[in-house]
T-cell receptor, first 113, second 116 residues
Framework: DQQVKQNSPSLSVQEGRISILNCDYTNSMFDYFLWYKKYPAEGPTFLIS?????DKNEDGRFTVFLNKSAKHLSLHIVPSQPGDSAVYFCAASDTGTASKLTFGTGTRLQVTL | EPEVTQTPSHQVTQMGQEVILRCVPI?????FYWYRQILGQKVEFLVSFYNNEISEKSEIFDDQFSVERPDGSNFTLKIRSTKLEDSAMYFCASSPLHRDPRETQYFGPGTRLLVL
């Protein structure tokens, strides 16, 4: 059941550059999308979210873009910092299952000096 | 800053034994969740809980699993007879409001369960 897919298991970016993490989904009932960041031995930490009525949401260095027609969203981190090195999960919820989050497999971001 | 706490951080048990994983959600939150992550796989939803009853559960959450809010602060996940495939990191989460875009689910640090 791959309703939320993150096709890149890892990404390496230089400090100061832009990190772009991608996520695709198949369930057209998804109406709310979230990005979580996870460090080893910790739980996922909420980063930023977007409702399906929007195509962009920005919070400081983090921006999420949603392309509903392509069923694709992306997280942009500008500028990338070494502390951003973590696993990033895309998650979604739909109108039919209001409280359940469906997660992607995650992308490990490494920000190098 | 308030946070979700979970105990124990690690639990090792024998196959067939019962385990209880404990969570203390953020105090003013109303919705509670359990998720799990098998090593190398994605985080999977198990169950959500509101107003002292299950509001939603996944196919994973079969009769071997149960949840309870025994008092005003704790939220527990019980696995009645553990199987090897129950080995995973179990995350508790809580949220203050339901499907409000301004809010989200706050996760605890997890309990790593190993079934031998």
């Amino acid at each position: 059941d791959q309703q939320v897919k993150q096709n890149s298991p890892s990404l390496s970016v230089q400090e100061g550059r832009i990190s772009i993490l991608n996520c695709d989904y198949t369930n057209s009932m998804f109406d709310y999308f979230l990005w979580y960041k996870k460090y080893p031995a910790e739980g996922p930490t909420f980063l930023i979210s977007i409702s399906s009525i929007k195509d962009k949401n920005e919070d400081g260095r983090f921006t999420v873009f949603l392309n509903k027609s392509a069923k694709h969203l992306s997280l942009h981190i500008v500028p990338s910092q070494p502390g951003d090195s973590a696993v990033y999960f895309c998650a979604a919820s739909d109108t039919g299952t209001a409280s359940k989050l469906t997660f992607g497999t995650g992308t490990r971001l490494q920000v190098t000096l | 800053e308030p946070e979700v706490t979970q105990t124990p951080s690690h639990q090792v048990t024998q196959m067939g034994q019962e385990v209880i994983l404990r969570c203390v959600p953020i105090s003013n939150h109303l919705y509670f969740y359990w998720y799990r992550q098998i090593l190398g796989q994605k985080v999977e939803f198990l169950v959500s809980f509101y107003n002292n009853e299950i509001s939603e559960k996944s196919e994973i959450f079969d009769d071997q699993f149960s949840v309870e809010r025994p008092d005003g602060s704790n939220f527990t996940l019980k696995i009645r007879s553990t199987k090897l495939e129950d080995s995973a990191m179990y995350f508790c989460a809580s949220s203050p409001l339901h499907r409000d875009p301004r809010e989200t689910q706050y996760f605890g640090p997890g309990t790593r369960l190993l079934v031998l």
